[in-house]
């Protein structure tokens, strides 16, 4: 819930009643004397006080309003006030007037913009598989086929910001041109603009919610629909032109002039990308607290039924953001095209958080409109928010009838689940989700699929001392990490017992069980799909172990041309060890070898047929109480009987290279190869050598070229030649 929200209600119900009644007076806005409007205070009268009476209250603190109606009858003005210790006198003041409800600054609004990328666009548009866009026009178009659609069915959708360059040839289909007004600075009848604002920001949020799609060009709006035919867009600019920066102010009054008139025309969604830059404090240093701005807010929603959405700001913090964070809107979070959606960085870096934001769409690297026919990569909540508003849209066409606070539910309740189950601070409610959300409206299935991960493969359970259990397992493609549940008892109940928290972390040791106890484990792998959804793997296969000696970690290696040398390191709880081998690689294995002593960890099995391969386990063991407890055997080690792996140096010496191999005894090989290669060539023979030759010099080179060079020696056993493995590859530059 949102806590900040909760607090200010009774005062917006309070506000509601005194901002927006119908009295017999009809009170009076002045101008701004500034382009962005923030020299001024708005100032609401309580209900019933005449016009004279309010005169008076002016004249009492000396400040000015001109007689010009704010948009509609109502009891707020707006005054016009030289210098900020004006303002402060006069605040102080009318707080003191019985006849004032509230006073309040007219606070400045910003844009939700951050970087955005002058690449060439590319037709991929990630974020309508993130969000199941193309299914839900497919959903809609079942529900609705095209033939049975009409004019007035259209949603209309809203837009307050910079205005949208509506000669962009991917924003012809779904934009109003004669609902593209100014509100900025002007009073009703508002004129239709011939130009946005030199910013991309206005088109870009309206490229998001309505370009045009299945027209051969650029990207495609989330709301319109496989033929465009589902939305009215207009355009609202709420920013001022004079003095125009990146960073544009919107004043309260002007962002309130544009409630209206979008609420006027039949908007049923409104898409607010801005946010106030003051921080927690206005410009007295008090508590910000937009009344006036919360008001006309509530009004549309409760009143007037609209589902307004905001970009919940680019901070990179948990800061109150207006008017993202007033309880009637809906506060958009930015995600990213994450591969990890059980983590809280699906969230952007730069985007705010918090218990007072509620939802989340993709909005980096998410490509949109720009100005004179051009295309972007925005960053930002001002790419997210428009996401949001857009499915709402959608939502609201499958089924007119439904409340602005229905759509906030089903939104809410069918977004794709991101980070923690259930709501969480940082991504909300989750991902919002076309196709769930269409159909949801439309009371059918979304016929989507549960996403699943493949089964772990190859799991295993070790014993890893006398009170631990080794666990390893193949890697699941996609995985983000693995849930490990336990039982102990063959046919009980299994309880999850580790999350881990990356895809490549392949084994777990499960400490403090009991000696010799029976243990059963099953794994879960949960991931990410290609889309962006939660997946689960079903159920592994069951294993089972028990806590006695750690089962050793077998390794081979060649130290002499008929013998191999196994190696292992140190195991817990072990008082002894026995080797098993097998002369085929699936025949069975013969005890070989005990070994009752816990300090030597290798030994060497002598004596074999030279050129042939052997295979090896191991088990450790433990003495208690008169017995012994055994291990299970270790994973299968093999290698083939021949001359150890040779070791050689390499020196360049002029436009010679020097090549010596590693000294060794001589009756353990009979001689050595040299192979070499160049960048572009492939390896070659170039000279063998007996065993009394340890060095050999490489001439005629070409300088500035890189040389690789590698050797691997041989034994001759009865007239053939037994070789060992290749030597580490080294390298030089003439």
Same mark, same amino acid.
């Given at each position: 819930?949102?806590?900040?929200?909760?607090?200010?209600?009774?005062?917006?119900?309070? @506000?509601?009643?005194?901002?927006?009644?119908?009295?017999?007076?009809?009170?009076?806005?002045?101008?701004?004397?500034?382009?962005?409007?923030?020299?001024?205070? @708005?100032?609401?009268?309580?209900?019933?006080?005449?016009?004279?009476?309010?005169?008076?209250?002016?004249?009492?603190?000396?400040?000015?309003?001109?007689?010009?109606?704010?948009?509609?009858?109502?009891?707020?003005?707006? @005054?016009?006030?030289?210098?900020?210790?004006?303002?402060?006198?006069?605040?102080?003041?009318?707080?003191?007037?019985?006849?004032?409800?509230?006073?309040?600054?007219?606070?400045?609004?910003?844009?939700?913009?951050?970087?955005?990328?002058?690449?060439?666009?590319?037709?991929?548009?990630?974020?309508?598989?993130?969000?199941?866009?193309?299914?839900?026009?497919?959903?809609?178009?079942?529900?609705?086929?095209?033939?049975?659609?009409?004019?007035?069915?259209?949603?209309?959708?809203?837009?307050?910001?910079?205005?949208?360059?509506?000669?962009?040839?991917?924003?012809?289909?779904?934009?109003?041109?004669?609902?593209?007004?100014?509100?900025?600075?002007?009073?009703?009848?508002?004129? *239709?603009?011939?130009?946005?604002?030199?910013?991309?920001?206005?088109?870009?949020?309206?490229?998001?919610?309505?370009?045009?799609?299945?027209?051969?060009?650029?990207?495609?709006?989330?709301?319109?629909?496989?033929?465009?035919?589902?939305?009215?867009?207009?355009?609202?600019?709420?920013?001022?032109?004079?003095?125009?920066?990146?960073?544009?102010?919107?004043?309260?009054?002007?962002?309130?002039?544009?409630?209206?008139?979008?609420?006027?025309?039949?908007?049923?969604?409104?898409?607010?990308?801005?946010?106030?830059?003051?921080?927690?404090?206005?410009?007295?240093?008090?508590?910000?607290?937009?009344?006036? @701005?919360?008001? =006309?807010?509530?009004?549309?929603?409760?009143?007037?039924?609209?589902?307004?959405?905001?970009?919940?700001?680019?901070?990179?913090?948990?800061?109150?953001?207006?008017? %993202?964070?007033?309880?009637?809107?809906?506060?958009?979070?930015?995600?990213?095209?994450?591969?990890?959606?059980?983590?809280?960085?699906?969230?952007?870096?730069?985007?705010?958080?918090?218990?007072?934001?509620?939802?989340?769409?993709?909005?980096?690297?998410?490509?949109?409109?720009?100005?004179?026919?051009?295309?972007?990569?925005?960053?930002?909540?001002?790419?997210?928010?428009?996401?949001?508003?857009? *499915? =709402?849209?959608?939502?609201?066409? *499958?089924?007119?009838?439904?409340?602005?606070?229905?759509?906030?539910?089903?939104?809410?309740?069918?977004?794709?689940?991101?980070?923690?189950?259930?709501?969480?601070?940082?991504?909300?409610?989750?991902?919002?989700?076309?196709?769930?959300?269409?159909?949801?409206?439309?009371?059918?299935?979304?016929?989507?699929?549960?996403?699943?991960? =493949?089964?772990?493969?190859?799991?295993?359970?070790?014993?890893?001392?006398?009170?631990?259990?080794?666990?390893?397992?193949?890697?699941?493609?996609? =995985?983000?990490?693995?849930?490990?549940?336990?039982?102990?008892?063959?046919?009980?109940?299994?309880?999850?017992?580790?999350?881990?928290?990356?895809?490549?972390?392949?084994?777990?040791?499960?400490?403090?069980?009991?000696?010799?106890?029976?243990?059963?484990?099953?794994? *879960?792998?949960?991931?990410?799909?290609?889309?962006?959804?939660?997946?689960?793997?079903?159920?592994?296969?069951?294993?089972?172990?028990?806590?006695?000696?750690?089962?050793? %970690?077998?390794?081979?290696?060649?130290?002499?041309?008929?013998?191999?040398?196994?190696?292992?390191?140190?195991?817990?709880?072990?008082?002894?060890?026995?080797?098993?081998?097998?002369?085929?690689?699936?025949?069975?294995?013969?005890?070989?070898?005990?070994?009752?002593?816990?300090?030597?960890?290798?030994?060497?099995?002598?004596?074999?047929?030279?050129?042939?391969?052997?295979?090896?386990?191991?088990?450790?063991?433990?003495?208690?109480?008169?017995?012994?407890?055994?291990?299970?055997?270790?994973?299968?080690?093999?290698?083939?009987?021949?001359?150890?792996?040779?070791?050689?140096?390499?020196?360049?010496?002029?436009?010679?290279?020097?090549?010596?191999?590693?000294?060794?005894?001589?009756?353990?090989?009979?001689?050595?190869?040299?192979?070499?290669?160049?960048?572009?060539?492939?390896?070659?023979?170039?000279?063998?050598?007996?065993?009394?030759?340890?060095?050999?010099?490489?001439?005629?080179?070409?300088?500035?070229?890189?040389?690789?060079?590698?050797?691997?020696?041989?034994?001759?056993?009865?007239?053939?030649?037994?070789?060992?493995?290749?030597?580490?590859?080294?390298?030089?530059?003439?």
């Amino acid at each position: 819930m949102k806590s900040v929200k909760k607090r200010r209600r009774l005062l917006f119900c309070l @506000l509601l009643g005194i901002l927006f009644c119908l009295s017999a007076v009809n009170y009076c806005l002045a101008e701004s004397t500034e382009a962005n409007g923030g020299n001024g205070l @708005l100032i609401t009268f309580k209900t019933g006080v005449t016009k004279h009476q309010a005169k008076k209250v002016m004249k009492k603190v000396n400040v000015i309003a001109k007689d010009k109606m704010f948009q509609r009858k109502g009891n707020t003005l707006l @005054l016009r006030l030289d210098s900020s210790e004006m303002r402060r006198q006069a605040i102080s003041k009318l707080k003191k007037e019985s006849a004032v409800a509230s006073v309040q600054p007219n606070y400045r609004y910003t844009l939700g913009e951050t970087s955005s990328s002058g690449d060439s666009f590319i037709d991929r548009q990630w974020n309508l598989d993130y969000m199941d866009v193309p299914e839900a026009w497919d959903l809609i178009d079942k529900v609705k086929p095209q033939a049975l659609r009409d004019e007035k069915d259209k949603v209309i959708v809203a837009t307050l910001d910079t205005g949208v360059d509506y000669q962009h040839p991917d924003l012809q289909k779904n934009v109003a041109i004669e609902n593209c007004v100014t509100v900025a600075d002007r009073e009703s009848p508002y004129p *239709v603009y011939g130009k946005a604002l030199p910013s991309s920001h206005g088109t870009g949020t309206a490229g998001i919610i309505a370009a045009t799609s299945n027209n051969g060009i650029g990207i495609a709006g989330i709301a319109a629909g496989n033929h465009n035919d589902l939305i009215s867009l207009m355009a609202i600019n709420v920013f001022h032109s004079e003095g125009y920066t990146s960073q544009a102010s919107a004043s309260t009054v002007d962002i309130i002039k544009g409630i209206e008139y979008a609420c006027a025309k039949g908007a049923k969604v409104i898409n607010m990308c801005l946010g106030h830059s003051e921080g927690d404090s206005d410009l007295f240093g008090l508590p910000h607290d937009d009344a006036a @701005l919360e008001a =006309a807010i509530n009004d549309a929603v409760y009143k007037k039924d609209v589902v307004i959405v905001c970009s919940a700001g680019n901070n990179g913090d948990a800061r109150i953001w207006y008017p %993202s964070d007033f309880d009637a809107t809906i506060s958009v979070i930015n995600t990213k095209k994450y591969k990890n959606a059980w983590s809280r960085k699906c969230k952007t870096g730069r985007s705010n958080f918090g218990s007072s934001k509620d939802i989340s769409a993709p909005g980096r690297g998410v490509y949109t409109t720009g100005l004179d026919g051009s295309y972007k990569k925005g960053c930002g909540t001002s790419m997210a928010a428009p996401s949001v508003a857009a *499915v =709402a849209a959608l939502v609201r066409y *499958v089924n007119p009838q439904l409340s602005a606070a229905e759509v906030k539910e089903i939104l809410y309740s069918t977004a794709t689940d991101l980070y923690k189950p259930g709501y969480d601070i940082y991504t909300g409610h989750g991902n919002v989700n076309a196709c769930r959300a269409v159909a949801a409206a439309a009371g059918v299935s979304d016929g989507l699929k549960v996403p699943q991960l =493949a089964r772990p493969k190859s799991v295993k359970a070790y014993s890893a001392g006398p009170h631990a259990i080794k666990l390893s397992w193949k890697k699941v493609p996609r =995985a983000n990490g693995y849930f490990i549940y336990r039982s102990d008892k063959k046919d009980g109940s299994y309880h999850r017992i580790k999350r881990i928290r990356r895809g490549k972390i392949l084994s777990f040791r499960d400490t403090g069980r009991k000696f010799d106890k029976k243990f059963y484990y099953k794994i *879960v792998a949960y991931g990410t799909t290609r889309d962006g959804k939660k997946a689960l793997s079903p159920e592994s296969r069951k294993v089972t172990s028990r806590p006695r000696a750690e089962v050793p %970690s077998l390794k081979t290696a060649n130290r002499d041309y008929r013998a191999i040398h196994l190696s292992w390191k140190k195991s817990t709880g072990t008082d002894g060890y026995e080797i098993y081998r097998s002369d085929t690689k699936n025949g069975d294995y013969q005890l070989i070898q005990t070994i009752s002593q816990r300090r030597p960890r290798s030994w060497t099995d002598r004596e074999l047929t030279v050129g042939k391969t052997y295979y090896y386990k191991m088990r450790s063991y433990c003495f208690r109480n008169g017995k012994h407890y055994y291990s299970e055997l270790s994973p299968k080690a093999s290698a083939k009987v021949r001359p150890a792996q040779p070791a050689f140096s390499v020196k360049k010496v002029g436009r010679k290279i020097i090549l010596k191999r590693k000294e060794s005894d001589p009756s353990q090989i009979s001689g050595c190869q040299i192979y070499r290669r160049t960048e572009e060539r492939k390896w070659r023979l170039i000279k063998t050598m007996p065993v009394e030759k340890r060095r050999f010099t490489d001439r005629n080179l070409t300088p500035g070229k890189k040389y690789f060079y590698k050797i691997r020696t041989y034994k001759t056993v009865q007239g053939k030649r037994v070789y060992s493995k290749t030597s580490k590859v080294k390298s030089r530059q003439l």
